[in-house]
């Protein structure tokens, strides 16, 4: 069976345009953002953020607001999956999943929690 169904290239370029409208501060910070699966029956989407997000400490905000968007945005889609490739996991798809967002050139250890990096700017 086909994840991609009738109709599913219309869906693919609104998931593609709604992350173009709602996140230009993704490319304009070295990033990009591509759709990796879509299950139209199940209304699933998959995003892998690449190049800035990867390690970025903002991904994982940026990830919420994706997630939180665009299943109000886009009633076809109910759950989003979205990968930086940090760990090769699936990021804040439920979770942290044990990984901790850092800066380039910062070190993983001590305490991660004393500093919550700059607010998200959306």
């Given at each position: 069976m086909s994840t991609e169904t009738e109709g599913g290239d219309d869906l693919r370029e609104r998931i593609t345009n709604f992350l173009r409208r709602n996140f230009p501060q993704i490319q304009m910070h070295g990033g990009s953002a591509a759709i990796q699966e879509l299950d139209r029956?199940?209304?699933?989407?998959?995003?892998?953020?690449?190049?800035?997000c990867s390690g970025c400490g903002i991904s994982p905000m940026t990830i919420q607001a994706i997630k939180t968007r665009m299943?109000?945005?886009i009633?076809?889609?109910n759950e989003v999956v979205a990968r930086t490739g940090m760990d090769g996991g699936e990021g804040m798809s439920g979770g942290a999943d044990g990984m901790s967002p850092s800066f380039p050139g910062e070190s993983?250890?001590?305490?991660v929690g004393d500093d919550e990096g700059p607010e998200a700017p959306f």
């Open positions: 029956e199940a209304g699933s989407v998959t995003i892998q953020l690449g190049g800035a299943t109000k945005e009633p076809e889609i993983r250890g001590g305490d």
